[in-house]
């Protein structure tokens, strides 16, 4: 038997799934105790796993696969989505993309709206006590596995005169990047991270709006730009800002310089405002595999599923040790503060939709350049 970290112990304890039915209320269904040793028999029994949202290059991704099926035996079938589409296909909607899965990885907003549809499966794995209380719901219907903060990847070629605030962008005259507000989270915790930066809020996310509008203005916004997108969108030259995550601004500074390195970047946080946010680790409540899904969800939450995580550059939800040669290639951690998770929790789908609409009335308004 493997055993990944002190919470793959020789018994998981008591463990539930919760149904929760949309007619009637949450319905709890407990199953009873298993040792590992069950746990693992019932998943090589079900022998795969459909996953959605965790694809190949992604933190919660193909190498947390490699390894399940190297250790247990498990065949993971995983199609490549966003939030908003892992919700469709949890709830079966007829155009969802996988009409059957068992487990998926989610933005934290969207993970509390599949809870209240009822659509989630209750486990709370071995790793509850070390999990953050924010980060989880009470009965293990969502666990954030791992987060991110929003970050500015800079050309290095600004030396000392990088921008490691908003402030400093706005009184820069470059191209700046930013992911699509309409369609994904990235930009709209962009937008969310300018108005804390520009003293404004949850609440109050016009500050935010604003600070894009001028840059809208003023030529200098491109919009629809992730790392994902970043070298065939035309636009790598001319952009020197591009605001992400941390660990895709991390991950696309390696990347770059292995394929130009003459082309380097540096990254930060930035020092007047950023958000961290976290994705979640849920289980459908009609997995066809949900012993797999367990297993899965353990293995992601052990030390060495934690670790799997942080060589993407995401920060591990639980507080493991990072070899000191990761550790040295990170964002310093003076850069993060406990606010930014504070604020990030705060981000709900309902100011999700206020960003989107006063996005699309005042800042598309100024004909910001669009990459393809």
């Known amino acids: 038997m493997v055993r990944h970290g002190k ?14 039915l949309a007619a009637c209320g949450e319905v709890g269904i407990n199953y009873p105790t298993l040792d590992f040793t069950s746990l693992i028999s019932r998943a090589k029994k079900e022998g795969q796993i459909v996953s959605v949202g965790m694809h190949d290059g992604w933190p919660t991704g193909q190498k947390i696969w490699d390894d399940l099926n190297l250790y247990y035996g498990l ?60 980060a989880k719901d009470n009965s293990g219907q969502y666990i954030v596995s791992f987060t991110g903060t929003l970050a500015f990847l800079y050309d290095s070629a600004f030396g000392n005169e990088a921008p490691k605030s908003f402030a400093d962008i706005a009184k820069g005259d470059y191209k700046v990047g930013v992911a699509s507000v309409a369609s994904g989270s990235t930009g709209q915790f962009s937008v969310y991270a300018a108005a804390l930066a520009c003293g404004g809020g949850a609440d109050n996310i016009e500050p935010g709006i604003a600070f894009f509008k001028q840059l809208a203005k003023q030529g200098r916004l491109v919009e629809n730009l992730k790392t994902d997108n970043l070298p065939t969108s035309g636009y790598e030259d001319q952009i020197r800002v591009l605001i992400s995550w941390d660990f895709s601004a991390l991950a696309y500074r390696d990347e770059a310089a292995a394929r130009n390195p003459a082309k380097s970047y540096g990254a930060c946080i930035p020092s007047d405002g950023s958000v961290t946010s976290g994705y979640a680790s849920i289980i459908s409540k009609n997995a066809p595999h949900p012993y797999a899904a367990m297993l899965a969800r353990e293995y992601l939450l052990s030390d060495a599923g934690q670790l799997d995580i942080a060589s993407f550059y995401a920060t591990p939800i639980r507080s493991v040790k990072l070899p000191s040669e990761l550790e040295d290639k990170r964002i310093s951690r003076d850069q993060y503060t406990s606010s930014q998770t504070e604020m990030g929790a705060k981000f709900t789908l309902d100011l999700s939709k206020k960003i989107k609409k006063a996005w699309e009335t005042e800042v598309e308004t100024e004909a910001p350049i669009r990459a393809q």
Do not use: H, N
Request: charged fraction near 30%; hydrophobic fraction near 35%.
């Open 7 to 20: 919470a793959f112990r020789k018994y998981l304890g008591c463990f539930s799934l919760l149904f929760a």
């Open 75 to 134: 065949k993971d079938e995983d199609t490549d989505m966003g939030s908003e589409k892992i919700l469709k296909c949890f709830r079966g909607d007829s155009d969802a993309l996988v009409s059957s899965p068992d487990i998926g990885d989610i933005g934290l907003e969207y993970a509390r709206e599949a809870k209240s549809q009822g659509l989630l499966a209750g486990y709370q794995t071995s790793y509850w006590d070390e999990i953050p209380t924010w």
